[in-house]
């Protein structure tokens, strides 16, 4: 058999590759079994009733579509042909693969469960993130050494997300997928308590600001049993999501979009420095929004901490008889001779205590200098990229202000994968095309997904392929995400 092109890159960069975000396709007729037994036929029942609801949208007549703003759902969303396709249902034929694929060892994700944990009602969904659980478990039990399936993680109060964390680390599961951008109802709006934000305003939980519950004790529980937070997750339906008819302008960006919520709510609502330790992954958004949103943040920092604000723009500053000079001598006419009205109506006194609350908004991370908070920023959060993603190379540009940690993410079993053997091919065009340096790629396929999980986990490869390799990537010294 003819050696495939991965093969041969894999074989020349002389570095294992770690596939940080792969998937596998769900045998629904097997899941539905899992089901029936952890929650009994009722919720198994319940279960398919709610995959047919899937199909209203096909139901309902185009008018009735712009009526309701009926999401234009997703279709064809898993491979076109066939050995792809028995790929990603069967993990060992994935397993016989995975050296044509370039890939040493792959973190598997799910697809027809990847929004499992955000279902309502709460019985079904703890029951179906638990029989998903327990399946991944099983069907992967064989293939430890190549493979670590993520468990899914409900969280809708922190006592059902260590209650199944809890559960994973019992079934021998390492990786913890975690939705970490979750709509809920407002509460006043809330039907009788309901979750579900079918037909309520709703706002966005991102877990690290104004949150309903302290989930101290869930990141806490993350850091004990040696768990990443690995999120995974999207934003369709949300209110800019929400086209009839091109599911391409749904889908564009929600990645991210739902990445951006999380991150910037880990980062400001202070995780980072309650949970030091805690690494956090943003997977399948790309790095390109995590680029950007610490320029925003480095931005907003220099101009909005409170020395900052109390220097440049606290109002009772200002001069406010040089101001009335200024109106009367350059004014237009409607302000000119009413120098001391307009003044007066800028309301130029001290803040009330009322109006100082919550003043700082930085005041959860504890910064002192753009140099610490791009530290800070830098140290544990990783961003998955898929291979045709030229942006992953803005994480290593050395014209941005922090060197991130960005992780290959083959994506294998979904639709943006057409050739399951190209993936590590595409990717490595970023080298070829001087887009990124070998030892730049070498963190992208290799270090930044093993330190993610094995920082967390000391013994995570132990038993796998990579467990001498990784042993010795460990013990070398961390590297910082600042620039000089």
Known sequence: MAVSKAARIREQLGHPIIDGDGHWTESQPVFVEYVREIGGPKLADEYLERCKKADAWYQASPEERMRRRMVRPPYWVTPGNTRDMATSLLPALMLERLDEFGIDFAIIYPTLNLA??????EDLRRAMCRAYNKMAADIYAPFKHRFAPAAIIPAYTPEEGIEELEYAAELGLKVAMFRGSLPRPIPAYAKDGSDSVDGVPY?????????PH???PLWQHFVDLGFAVTAHQGSPGWADRRSVTNNVFNHLGHVANANHAFTKSAFLGGLVRRFPSLN??????????????LCDLIGHWEKRNVAAMEKNLRPTNLDQAELARCIEQYGYDAVRGRAE???ASLEIEEMSAREREHVDDFEHIGIGSKQELVDLYSRNFY??????????AWAYDPRMPGRLK?????????WDVPDMAEVLVEAYEMVEHGLLTEADFREFTYSNALHLHGDMNPDFFKGTVL??????????????????
């Open 116 to 121: 499992t944990s955000r279902v309502t009602p």
């Open 203 to 211: 706002y966005v939980d991102a877990y690290g600001v104004d949150n």
């Open 214 to 216: 302290d989930f101290d």
């Open 280 to 293: 956090f992954a943003f997977l399948e958004g790309g790095v390109g929004y995590g680029v950007s949103l």
């Open 341 to 343: 009205e307009i003044v």
């Open 383 to 392: 961003f998955g990229c898929e291979a045709d993603d030229p942006a992953t």
């Open 406 to 414: 960005a992780m290959f993410s083959s994506d294998v079993s979904h």
């Open 467 to 484: 467990e001498k390799q990784a042993e010795q990537e460990l013990r070398a010294p961390a590297q910082l995400g600042t620039r000089s």
